[in-house]
């Protein structure tokens, strides 16, 4: 495999790894417009929803699909009660506090998840089949293009709920000025509450089609919400396609510089990535072309 091949290999892999971040980095900025609250319990259900799903298929013995439907289902459950207890008792408390509070929470579910599965690490079986697709000289797995996919359809359903449907337009309402919102009727907590429950079935579902490749364990959500996080402060915080273009991004330079430089440095890409945007331009790459938030 020539250079040229190699580049067009890394860039599909990235692609990939990336829309696996855009799915996590919308689940924070959701939460984040809806609330002020960075939701570091995020990278937990991408966790819930693999483990979730193995323990479904190994334990319960159900079919796939189900057992993917009900990881779901469960994850959303775990995000919306742990809004109902721990964020909506706590609404008027500073935001260090808040943050201080998912830190918290994402050390308990992880810590619970160890208790139950152990601390193996697992996969899941791909959607459909092993057998390889070759583009240009590079090969991609059929679970690549399931993980595109289906990140295209989440992306487009959030889209279409956002601003096409009367809850979604609330929470936008809600985004702008939550006491404006408040004053023209829109029930404020109620929103805050169905941005729990997307944002955990969103990183549930990320969980879900990207460990069949990348396997899963209870400490994996770790990682993978840092990055996640990384895409959304890439994207200014955005929940629309400046943070979808900075998962894409993250994951392409983190493959190309784990491709071309070492694989020892492809975490250290991410943070270094994050602290560049950070210094030269805190407001995010994506924020003005991207100037609606949710």
């Known amino acids: 495999m020539n250079l040229s091949q190699q580049v067009i290999q890394y860039i599909l892999s990235g692609l990939t790894t990336g829309s696996i971040y855009s799915l996590i980095g919308l689940g924070f900025a959701i ?46 459950l775990v995000g919306v009660t742990f809004e109902r207890l721990a964020i909506r008792p706590l609404r008027k408390a500073t935001p260090l506090n808040l943050v201080i509070i998912t830190i918290g929470a994402s050390i308990l579910i992880r810590g619970l998840a160890m208790m139950i599965w152990g601390k193996d ?50 929470m936008r309402a809600c985004s ?64 629309g396609m400046g943070t979808v273009l900075g998962g894409i991004l993250l994951g392409v330079l983190e493959s190309l510089g784990a491709g071309l430089i070492s694989s020892g440095y492809k975490d250290a890409i991410a943070f270094i990535i994050l602290l560049l945007i950070l210094f030269i331009r805190p407001q995010g790459i994506f924020r003005k072309a991207e100037t609606e938030r949710v």
């Open 31 to 76: 939460i984040f417009n809806s609330t002020g609250i960075i939701n570091f319990a995020q990278g937990e259900f991408v966790m819930l929803g693999g483990m979730l799903t193995f323990f479904f298929i190994t334990v319960v013995k159900l079919p796939l699909l189900v057992a993917i439907l009900f990881a779901i289902l469960i994850s959303t």
């Open 121 to 170: 690490t697992h996969s899941l079986p791909m959607f459909s089949g092993n057998d390889p697709i070759f583009v240009s000289g590079a090969t991609i797995l059929p679970q690549h293009l399931w993980i595109l996919g289906i990140t295209l359809l989440v992306i487009i359903i959030n889209k279409l709920y956002f601003y096409h449907s009367i809850s979604g337009k609330a």
């Open 176 to 239: 702008y000025n939550r006491s404006a919102a408040s004053l023209v009727g829109i029930d404020v907590k109620r929103m805050v509450f169905f941005s729990f429950a997307i944002s955990s079935a969103m990183g549930s579902v990320a969980g879900i089609i990207a460990a069949p490749l990348t396997m899963t364990s209870y400490d994996v959500g770790i990682m993978l919400g840092l990055k996640g996080f990384c895409a959304a402060i890439i994207g200014g915080m955005s929940s």
